[in-house]
């Protein structure tokens, strides 16, 4: 139990358009998920977090109108990384959390290349 | 105080020595601790998570000592194997929030 998917798993787009990745969770609902940064041979950023329903709250020095958040549903958010730079490639990884313990669920991660 | 210092940075072991990843952290509202480990190019796997009403927590081969008194925690894996190279990461999570705090990480290597 306790699986998230995220789609896609790697994606190349140009630099100027934009790419939505989404995050589901298979098994069970997620009050909320959360949307994490990671650098090569680095350490989980926190982006965001994602309530149903609701405004995503974004960390301080995330830039809320480049990577929108929407949680549609309590089995699905989707991060859309608009006018994406080659300075926005990174690995992108959700994590979905029951609220009814303290464990998050990660996702698989998402490859984002920007040419 | 709202880090999570994890050390070391990189760790090299022998097949079935046991290897030590330790943390700690300032902020006294941290009540639950979980550690992860990651493959290359793919999510965080919870391995194991402590409250701070314990000292210490046993899941097969992966053991966490908690010291309250000093804001350290760390994880011992036993019987160490090749298939436990990985990047492991502890967190930290305040009550209420739910958000994590992940340290730096630690990549370990166990040689054959």
């Known amino acids: 139990g306790a699986v998230v998917s995220q789609h896609p798993s790697w994606v190349i787009c140009k630099s100027g358009t934009s790419v939505k990745i989404e995050c589901r969770s298979l098994?069970?609902?997620?009050?909320?998920m959360f949307w994490y940064r990671q650098f090569p041979k680095q350490s989980l950023m926190l982006m965001a977090t994602?309530?149903?329903?609701?405004?995503?709250?974004?960390e301080q020095g995330v830039e809320k109108d480049k990577f929108l958040i929407n949680h549609a549903s309590l089995t699905l958010s989707t991060l859309t990384v608009t006018s994406a730079h080659p300075e926005d490639s990174s690995f992108y990884i959700c994590?979905?959390?029951?609220?009814?313990?303290?464990?998050?669920?990660f996702g698989p991660g998402t490859r984002l290349t920007v040419t | 105080q709202q880090q999570v210092k994890q050390s070391p940075q990189s760790l090299i072991v022998q097949k079935g020595g046991i290897p030590i990843i330790n943390c700690a952290y300032e902020?006294?509202?941290?009540?639950?601790f979980p550690w992860y480990q990651q493959f290359p190019g793919k999510g965080p796997a919870l391995l194991i998570a402590?409250?701070?009403?314990?000292s210490e927590k046993k899941e097969g081969r992966f053991t966490i000592s908690f010291n309250k008194s000093a804001k350290q925690f760390s994880l011992h894996i036993m019987d160490s194997q090749p298939g436990d190279s990985a990047t492991y990461f502890c967190?930290?999570?305040?009550?209420?929030?739910?958000?994590?705090?992940f340290g730096t990480g630690t990549r370990l290597k166990v040689l054959a």
């Open positions: 902020n006294t509202a941290f009540d639950y």
């Open positions: 967190a930290a999570s305040k009550g209420g929030t739910y958000k994590y705090i």
């Open positions: 402590i409250r701070p009403d314990v």
């Open positions: 994590s979905a959390f029951t609220g009814t313990v303290y464990e998050q669920y």
């Open positions: 098994d069970f609902q997620a009050t909320t």
């Open positions: 994602s309530n149903e329903g609701s405004k995503a709250t974004y």
